[in-house]
C-alpha cells in the first residue's frame, strides 16, 4: 500500500526526517490557514461597494460614503470608513492605520512559511551528512556495500524531504506575497482617492467635519 510506503521510506530516512516531518506539518497548517484566508477575503472583496463609496465622495456626499462604508468586510472600504470618520483629525494618519493593520493581518505567519522553506533543506543537508558519515563508519575492508548503500540511501531521502518542502513552501510564499501585493495597491490607490476627494471638497468650501458647504456669515 502506498501508505506503507510512505512511512518505510520515512523510516529509512533515519532520525532527521522527524525534524523534517515537524517543519512540513507547520508549514501545512500555515498553508492551510492562509488559503482560507485569502479565500475568505475574496469572497468579501466588494467592487459595488467601494464604487458607491468613492461615487459619494466625488459628489461631496461624505455622509452617504461613511453610511455605505459602514460594517463594510471589504479591507478597502472598512479603511475608507476608518479615514472619513477620523477626517476631522489626521486623515493620512488613519488611513495609514488602517491599511497597516489590514496589511499585517493579510501578512500573518508569513514569516513561518519562510522559516520552513530554509530550515526543510537545511535539515535536509545535514540528514545527507549524517547518512554519508554513517555510510563511511560501515566501509570496512571487506566493503559493506548493503550498510554502505543504506547510510547513502538514507542522506538521499533527507536531501529529497527537504527540497521538496522547501519547492512547495516556496510557490505558495509567492503566490501569497502575490495577493498581499495586490491588497496592498488597492489599499494605497483608495487611499490617494480619498485624500484627493477630500482636499478637493475642502477647497470647495466644504466643512471638514459636517462636510457642508460653510456659509459666509457677511
Do not use: Y
Request: charged content about 15%; aromatic content about 8%.
Amino acid at each position: 500500500m502506498l501508505a506503507n510506503a510512505i512511512v518505510e521510506l520515512f523510516l529509512d530516512g533515519g532520525p532527521i526526517m522527524w525534524p523534517i516531518l515537524v517543519v512540513a506539518l507547520v508549514m501545512v497548517a500555515v498553508i492551510a490557514e492562509r488559503t482560507v484566508f485569502w479565500f475568505v477575503l475574496g469572497r468579501r472583496r466588494n467592487p459595488a461597494a467601494l464604487e458607491k463609496v468613492l461615487a459619494a465622495m466625488d459628489n461631496h456626499d461624505f455622509k452617504a460614503a461613511v453610511t455605505v462604508a459602514n460594517g463594510s468586510s471589504d479591507p478597502v472600504v472598512r479603511m475608507i470608513h476608518q479615514g472619513l470618520t477620523h477626517v476631522h483629525g489626521s486623515l493620512a494618519g488613519a488611513l495609514q492605520v488602517a491599511a497597516g493593520v489590514e496589511i499585517k493581518r493579510a501578512g500573518k505567519f508569513m514569516v513561518i512559511i519562510d522559516t520552513c522553506i530554509t530550515l526543510a533543506p537545511l535539515f535536509g543537508l545535514l540528514g545527507t551528512v549524517v547518512g554519508i558519515m554513517a555510510a563511511f563508519k560501515k566501509v570496512t575492508g571487506d566493503l559493506a556495500v548493503e550498510a554502505v548503500s543504506a547510510g547513502i540511501g538514507e542522506a538521499l531521502i533527507a536531501t529529497a524531504a527537504g527540497l521538496g518542502i522547501a519547492i512547495v513552501g516556496v510557490f505558495f510564499l509567492n503566490l501569497f506575497n502575490e495577493f498581499l501585493a495586490k491588497l496592498q495597491f488597492d489599499l494605497e490607490t483608495a487611499a490617494t482617492n480619498v485624500e484627493v476627494m477630500v482636499t478637493k471638497a475642502k477647497q470647495e468650501g466644504f466643512d471638514t467635519i459636517t462636510f457642508r458647504r460653510e456659509t459666509s456669515n457677511a
